[in-house]
């Protein structure tokens, strides 16, 4: 299915995934629609229809949605391990508002499609790439109980829509490992792991604070690759999938900061480690095969290029030049 002539909502359309994701419905040729709340538009383009919209409430859903055939459900209430240790409900009350509604808004209103942006923080603990099918094998990581939970239930209403309804809408669900790239959250109080490490970079920071003890071991993906799975899952998915998206492959966290180092040539940055501030869980893989048997979908862009990418919008986005090579 081609998305060109499309109508396509992007409810969320101001976050790291939704802004990318309306640059790329545009080259797509698609009809777009896009909700934004607190946060004003990144992209300012005729031929989008933006309305603003808060999607805890269910009279802005069914707004948003009527007449929509396809419907990118990427808002959320995200933040980081400080927010989430200190208010554990944030990522509960306001996202099941948003997900239930606009489920039930996008039903009511016959969309054909809907996808919708789980996450790795449901899965059990596990020290090995773990599979779609594991999702409920235990408990999530106990730090990310409140989440996890949170992301369960919806992911159990996704599949209720799409497979137990008499009339059902195809619901797909995509379970994304951290996603990085221009547009992210940088402020140190939500930020995940990557943007922090960037901005402290960029700004020189002495010392230079990582939370925990950088032996824990993320996989990340570039955004634009993120958006690619995004479309080509609405392309090729007719009925309820949940599929695994990330590189398929981990990284320690010191790892990721010393490749973030070395790009910004802050190569003399004292780094301290401190297991004393709030740190998540030891180590998170996914096994990515279902990616690529039904979507086609590999991760092109590798973490170096993709941190290269990032800190080089960061840097211009704050009209910051490159700081000059240091002799040898």
Not at 32 to 41: C, G
Not at 301 to 326: H, K, N, V
């Amino acid at each position: 299915m081609s998305l060109r002539g499309r109508k396509v909502l992007v409810a969320g359309a101001t976050g790291l995934i939704g802004s990318s994701l309306v640059a790329r419905l545009l080259e797509e040729g698609a009809r777009v629609r896009a909700t934004f709340h607190r946060r004003e538009p990144l992209i300012v383009d005729p031929r989008i229809e933006y309305l603003r919209c808060d999607l805890t409430q269910g009279v802005d859903c069914r707004r948003s949605v009527e007449g929509m055939q396809i419907v990118f459900l990427c808002a959320a209430n995200t933040s980081g391990a400080a927010t989430i240790a200190a208010t554990p409900m944030v990522h509960v009350t306001p996202n099941i508002l948003i997900n239930t509604q606009m489920l039930e808004a996008a039903y009511a209103a016959r969309v054909e499609k809907l996808l919708w942006l789980s996450s790795t923080v449901a899965y059990p603990v596990t020290d090995r790439p773990v599979r779609e099918e594991q999702m409920f094998d235990g408990e999530p990581f106990e730090k990310y109980y409140f989440a996890g939970w949170a992301k369960r239930f919806t992911e159990v209403l996704c599949r209720m829509y799409g497979e137990k309804l008499a009339r059902r809408m195809a619901t797909i669900v995509l379970r994304p490992t951290n996603v990085y790239g221009p547009n992210d959250d940088f402020e140190f109080a939500t930020s995940h792991v990557i943007p922090a490490f960037i901005r402290k970079a960029v700004e020189r920071r002495d010392p230079f604070e990582v939370w925990g003890d950088g032996s824990e071991v993320r996989d990340a993906i570039y955004v634009d690759d993120m958006v690619e799975a995004m479309v080509r899952a609405v392309e090729r998915l007719d009925a309820y999938a949940a599929i695994n998206i990330g590189l398929g492959r981990g990284y320690r966290v010191r790892e990721i900061l010393d490749r973030v180092l070395a790009l910004d040539g802050f190569r003399d940055a004292r780094v301290t480690y401190n297991s004393d501030r709030p740190t998540m869980i030891p180590v998170r893989l996914i096994d990515t095969s279902r990616a690529e048997t039904l979507l086609g979908f590999k991760a092109r862009i590798g973490l170096e290029e993709g941190l290269r990418r990032t800190i080089d919008w960061y840097r211009a986005s704050r009209g910051l030049p490159r700081p000059a090579p240091r002799a040898a």
